[in-house]
C-alpha cells in the first residue's frame, strides 16, 4: 500500500494550465465524442489510481439530465490543506495547474494512470464549469470553477463521519471547445466494464439519467483479465482452455491471460496500469515475442519442426490467439499525449522474461494443451506457404495499376494528405459521383454486388476477392494481419476513406462487411482515424415558400413535419436516384457533408462489435449500423 501520508504538500506543480484551451487536441486526441467521452475517463482513472494505491473500493459515474457527468470515488479525498510550494489549497492546485498531482512525488501513487497525471486540471480547462466536493477529516468541502477559472475559493459546506472519505467532481463540457455536448454512454460503460476487468476488487457503477436513456449497471469482475479473455470469447470455438499467470520483476507487474480459438486471427489487448495501449507497445512485444520462440522450441524438441523445417512466424503461432496483457509500471513511457503505445525497453524486457518462464512453467505440466497450440501453428503454416504465391502476386502488381478491371476512377493529385476515396454501392451511384466529385482529390470505386465476410474465409478466398484486392491495390499501403505484415500506413493514398452506401438495410450490411474487412485485416485505418462513413439523406422536403432541405433520419422528418405544413416529400430510396449536384451537395462537398469517423475505444468493445457484425445473426447488425448512424458529426 502507498504512503498514507497525503497531504497539501504531495501536490506537485510543474506548469501553468494556460495551453489547454488553445489546444485541446494535444491533451485529449479530438474534440469529437471521443475527446467528450475521455474527460470522464481522465476523473475516473484519478479514482482508480486510488482504489491501485489501497484506499478506494467503489467508483460511480453519472450522465446527468442537464448534460453534466458525475463522477463519485470514496477514496482518500483529494487534500484540502495548503500547498507550500503555491500557498493555495491543494485541491484547487490539482483543478487549476497543469501537471500538479500526487503522482509525481514519491510515495503517493506507487502506479497511476491518468493522462500524465494532468487529468483533472485538463478535464477543469475544458468544462464550462465544473465543482468538486471532497470529504476528508469529518469535513466536507467544495469548490467551484468556470472555464479553468476559480469562481469560488475553497469553502467548507457540511459535516460527515470520519471514515466517510472520498471525492466528487461534476462538470459540464464547454460548447465553444467541442463539437457537440454529449457523452456515448455504450462506449462509457464498456471503459468501465473493461475498466472493472483489471481491477478485480473494484466495483464500479454506471448510472445513466438521461431522458429516454434510463439505466443503472454495476461491474465487478472478481475473476479479473480471465472474465475478460471469457467474455471476449462467449460465443467461439475454444482449442484450449485460457491459460493465466500474474508476476512481478524489478518492480514491474506483468498479468497476462490468453485462449486459442478456432479462427484465423489474433486479438492482443495490451494495458499499462488500466490504460488500453490501443497501439501496443514494448509489452506487446515483449510477450509475442517470447510466445513465438517458446512455440518454436518446444517444437522442435518434440520433433514436429525437423531439422530442414524453418521456424513457425508469429502470425503462424498467434492465428487464432485471443489475448490481454496488463502491466503495471511505476513510471510509464507512452508515445503521443494520449498514450496509446508503450514505450518503456524495460516493459519489453520484463514481460518477456517473466511470460517466457511461466509459458515453459505451464507446458512441461500440459502437454496436450501445448500440442494443441503447436497444431493451430502447424495448420496456419500449411495455409501460409499455400497463399503466400497469391499474395505476391497481387502485392508486386504497381499501386498504380488499379484501373485495368475499370473499378477505380483515381483523383489527380499525389498528395495523400488531400485526397479521398469513396468505395460507392453500385455502378449506378458510383457514376453519379464519377460526375458530381472533384476530380483533383476524391477517388471513387463502385462496389458491385456484396463484399466477402471475412468471418471464416480463408486467406485465398480474402485476398481473391475482386473487390478487395482493388482496394489493397488503390490503398497502397499492403496488407496488415496474418502472413505477410507488410502494412506502412505511411504508404497510404488517401487521407480519408470514405464508405457511401445508400441508407437501407442492404447499405448498412455493405457498411458492416467493410468495416469487418478492415478492422481485421487493416486496423491501422482505423486506428489511425483514416476511416469514415458517409450519412446520405433519407429525404428531401420542399415547402409552399422557401427552400427545400435535406432530412437524414425519421426523427428529423417527425420533427420537420411539426413545424410545417403543406410540403412536397421525396424519399431517397438509394444513391442512384440523386443526380450529381445532389450528390455533390449532400454527400461529397467537405462544407455540407456529414459524415462519421469509425473509431475503435477500447478492446472488449471492439472485439464484441467486431464478432457482432461479422456473425450470424442478421438483426443486431443492421440495429448497430443504424443506432451510431446518428452519431454523425458534421466535417466541415
Given amino acids: ?62 450522465l446527468e439530465k442537464d448534460g453534466s457527468a458525475t463522477i463519485v470515488d470514496n477514496g482518500r479525498g483529494i487534500p484540502v490543506d495548503l500547498n507550500e510550494q503555491t500557498g493555495r489549497p491543494a485541491v484547487e492546485v ?99 466494464h473493461e475498466t472493472a476487468y483489471l481491477n478485480p476488487e473494484l ?68 494495458f499499462c496500469n488500466n490504460i488500453y495501449t490501443q497501439e501496443g507497445g514494448t509489452h506487446i512485444t515483449g510477450f509475442k515475442s517470447v510466445l513465438t520462440s517458446t512455440i518454436n522450441q518446444y517444437a522442435r524438441e518434440l520433433g514436429i519442426l525437423k531439422e530442414k523445417d524453418n521456424n513457425f512466424t508469429g502470425a503462424d503461432v498467434r492465428n487464432g490467439l485471443v489475448a490481454v496483457v496488463a502491466v503495471k509500471h511505476p513510471d510509464p513511457r507512452f508515445e503521443g499525449q494520449t498514450k496509446t503505445k508503450l514505450d518503456n525497453p524495460d516493459a519489453e524486457k520484463v514481460t518477456k522474461n517473466i511470460t517466457g518462464e511461466q509459458l515453459t512453467l505451464f507446458f512441461d505440466k500440459n502437454l496436450e494443451t501445448l500440442k494443441n497450440v503447436i497444431s493451430c501453428a502447424e495448420k496456419s503454416a500449411k495455409i501460409r506457404k499455400a497463399e503466400e504465391r497469391t499474395k505476391t502476386n497481387l502485392l508486386t502488381k504497381s499501386k498504380f495499376s488499379i484501373d ?23 455502378d449506378s451511384a458510383g457514376g453519379s459521383a464519377k460526375s458530381a466529385r472533384n476530380r483533383r482529390t476524391q477517388a471513387i470505386m463502385p462496389i458491385r454486388g456484396k463484399i466477402l465476410n471475412v468471418e471464416k474465409a480463408t486467406m485465398d478466398k480474402v485476398l481473391a476477392n475482386a473487390e ?69 439523406p433519407l429525404y428531401k422536403v420542399v415547402p409552399k415558400k422557401g427552400e427545400g432541405e435535406y432530412l437524414y433520419d425519421d426523427k428529423a422528418l417527425e420533427k420537420y413535419r411539426k413545424n410545417h405544413k403543406g410540403f412536397t416529400l421525396q424519399r431517397y430510396k438509394g444513391l442512384g436516384e440523386m443526380d450529381a449536384d445532389q450528390l455533390w451537395d449532400t454527400t461529397l462537398n467537405p462544407e455540407t457533408r456529414i459524415l462519421k469517423q469509425v473509431e475503435i475505444e477500447d478492446a472488449k468493445m471492439a472485439s464484441d462489435i467486431t464478432s457482432m457484425l461479422m456473425g450470424s445473426e442478421v438483426a443486431p447488425r443492421r440495429e448497430f449500423i443504424y443506432t451510431h448512424a446518428t452519431d454523425a458529426e458534421l466535417d466541415i
Avoid at 479530438?30 to 482508480?48: A, F, M, P, Q, R
Avoid at 497511476?112 to 494532468?118: A, I, N, P, Q, R
Avoid at 465543482?131 to 467551484?144: F, M, P, T
Avoid at 454529449?182 to 464498456?190: G, N, V
Fill in 94 to 192: 490539482v483543478f487549476t495547474t497543469l501537471h500538479a498531482g500526487g503522482k509525481f512525488g514519491d510515495g503517493n501513487y506507487k502506479i497511476s494512470g491518468g493522462l500524465h497525471g494532468v487529468g483533472s486540471s485538463v478535464v477543469n480547462a475544458l468544462s464550462l464549469w465544473l465543482e468538486v466536493d471532497v470529504k476528508r477529516d469529518g469535513k466536507i468541502y467544495n469548490q467551484r470553477y468556470e472555464q479553468g477559472k476559480i469562481s469560488y475559493d475553497l469553502k467548507q459546506v457540511g459535516t460527515c463521519r470520519k471514515n466517510d472519505t472520498g471525492t466528487t467532481v461534476r462538470f459540464f463540457p464547454d460548447g465553444e471547445i467541442f463539437e457537440k455536448i454529449y457523452f456515448k454512454a455504450d462506449a462509457i460503460k464498456s471503459r468501465l
Fill in 404 to 426: 485495368s478491371n475499370g473499378k477505380l476512377s483515381n483523383c489527380e493529385s499525389r498528395k495523400p494528405e488531400e485526397c479521398e476515396i469513396f468505395i460507392v454501392e453500385g
Fill in 468 to 536: 478487395i484486392k482493388t482496394m489493397i491495390n488503390a490503398f497502397g499501403c499492403g496488407f496488415s494481419e496474418g502472413y505477410g505484415n507488410d502494412f506502412d500506413i505511411d504508404k497510404l493514398r488517401f487521407n480519408k476513406i470514405i464508405i457511401m452506401t445508400d441508407a437501407d438495410v442492404d447499405g448498412a450490411h455493405i457498411d458492416t462487411l467493410l468495416l469487418t474487412f478492415f478492422y481485421r485485416f487493416m486496423p491501422e485505418l482505423i486506428t489511425h482515424g483514416h476511416v469514415y462513413l458517409a450519412t446520405p
Fill in 1 to 62: 500500500m502507498a504512503s498514507n501520508n497525503y497531504d497539501g504538500n504531495s501536490i506537485s506543480v510543474l506548469e501553468g494550465l494556460d495551453p489547454v484551451r488553445k489546444r485541446p487536441g494535444m491533451y485529449i486526441g479530438s474534440v469529437g465524442t471521443k475527446g467528450l467521452n475521455h474527460l470522464i475517463y481522465e476523473i475516473v482513472d484519478n479514482s482508480v489510481d486510488e482504489h491501485l494505491a489501497g484506499y478506494c473500493s467503489e467508483i460511480k459515474v453519472t
Fill in 203 to 270: 466495483t464500479i457503477v454506471f448510472e445513466n439519467k438521461r431522458v429516454g436513456e434510463e439505466e443503472t449497471v454495476t461491474f465487478h469482475e472478481a475473476d479479473g483479465i480471465k472474465a475478460f479473455i471469457s467474455d471476449m470469447n462467449k460465443d467461439k470455438e475454444k482449442v484450449t482452455d485460457i491459460i493465466y499467470f500474474k508476476k512481478e520483476s524489478d518492480g514491474i507487474e506483468v498479468e497476462v491471460a490468453f485462449q486459442y480459438i478456432n479462427e484465423f486471427t489474433e486479438n492482443i489487448s495490451g
